[in-house]
């Protein structure tokens, strides 16, 4: 029997080993390009115009249009994912930047869109962003404007009362009682005449809360104007217009057990009866 050649050998051995190492390097690339098909799909998941707008600002080279379709995934965006938005913003240059991307945002067309753009910067919270609000307080959207009011609230500055005493005149009642409850925190004493005039409003809700606001303020010449909303045809501005003279001069002529509908005109008596005899 003829001897095997020892270089045969080595080189069949080197040949194995060769197709081995072809077989390992196909299987990785096989795993690597099934890897990147899936990545490909998930960098396809459609996110938020919000989101877009804090991408942009990250990566300026990056260009996004917006389509008919991110409109339609506009109306799905959720309140969570404008929260993971604003959690996108901690850092002070891209929290200014997407600040400004937001203001664009506010003349969408989309009000679901513009509301959640307001609430964004309502989280960013940079004072300097006021401006912004003040302007969205034309918005045609209520929304939108009540997202503003609150804005102005915390961030106008020594301008917030001018803001809310203007908004007293909206033409929506929720923004007009917004800016009675914000004036009512405030506790300015020369907010008194606008909350005060407020108890005339023909909305029973702001009526209300004017009344509430009052015995926030507390006030003492409060005190007539609230004798007169006890006459209001809604309980519910007697019963804040009690609570609220309860606060401002520390007495009370009802049973707080009985409805005020019940006695409402002896209370009322009462009241005028005790305020004739005080020191004005």
């Given at each position: 029997m003829e001897g095997t050649n020892p270089t045969d050998k080595k080189k069949r051995s080197h040949e194995k080993k060769v197709t081995q190492n072809e077989m390992a390097i196909n299987a990785a690339n096989t795993s690597q390009s099934t890897e990147s098909q899936g990545d490909h799909h998930k960098a396809?998941?459609?996110?938020?115009?919000?989101?877009?707008?804090?991408?942009?600002?990250?990566?300026?080279?990056?260009?996004?249009?917006?389509?008919?379709?991110?409109?339609?995934?506009?109306t799905e965006?959720?309140?969570?994912?404008?929260?993971?938005?604003?959690?996108?913003?901690?850092?002070?240059?891209?929290?200014?930047?997407?600040?400004?991307?937001l203001?664009?945002?506010?003349?969408?067309?989309?009000e679901h869109l513009r509301v959640e753009a307001i609430e964004s910067l309502l989280k960013i919270g940079?004072?300097?962003?006021?401006?912004?609000?003040?302007?969205?307080?034309k918005d045609e959207s209520f929304r939108v404007r009540l997202g503003a009011l609150r804005g102005l609230y915390k961030f106008g500055g020594d301008?917030?009362?001018?803001?809310?005493?203007?908004?007293?005149?909206?033409?929506?009642?929720?923004?007009?009682?917004?800016?009675?409850?914000?004036?009512?925190?405030?506790r300015k004493h020369e907010v008194l005449p606008f909350i005060t005039a407020a108890l005339a409003d023909h909305s029973s809700r702001v009526r209300k809360v004017a009344a509430y606001a009052l015995g926030d303020v507390k006030d003492i010449s409060a005190v007539p104007y609230l004798m007169k909303a006890l006459q209001d045809?809604?309980?519910?501005?007697?019963k804040g217009a009690l609570a609220a003279l309860k606060r401002v001069t520390g007495k009370s002529f009802s049973d707080e057990e009985q409805s005020p509908q019940e006695d409402q005109q002896e209370i009322i008596r009462k009241w005028n009866e005790w305020w004739k005899k005080q020191d004005k």
């Open positions: 396809e998941k459609p996110v938020s115009p919000v989101e877009q707008a804090i991408e942009k600002e990250k990566s300026p080279d990056t260009v996004h249009s917006t389509t008919t379709a991110d409109e339609r995934t506009t965006t959720s309140s969570t994912e404008v929260t993971k938005t604003a959690a996108k913003t901690e850092e002070e240059p891209v929290k200014r930047s997407a600040a400004f991307s203001i664009e945002m506010l003349t969408h067309q989309n940079d004072k300097s962003l006021s401006y912004a609000f003040a302007s969205a307080m301008a917030s009362t001018e803001y809310l005493i203007t908004a007293l005149e909206d033409k929506h009642p929720d923004v007009r009682r917004r800016a009675i409850i914000y004036l009512g925190w405030m045809t809604d309980p519910e501005v007697v």
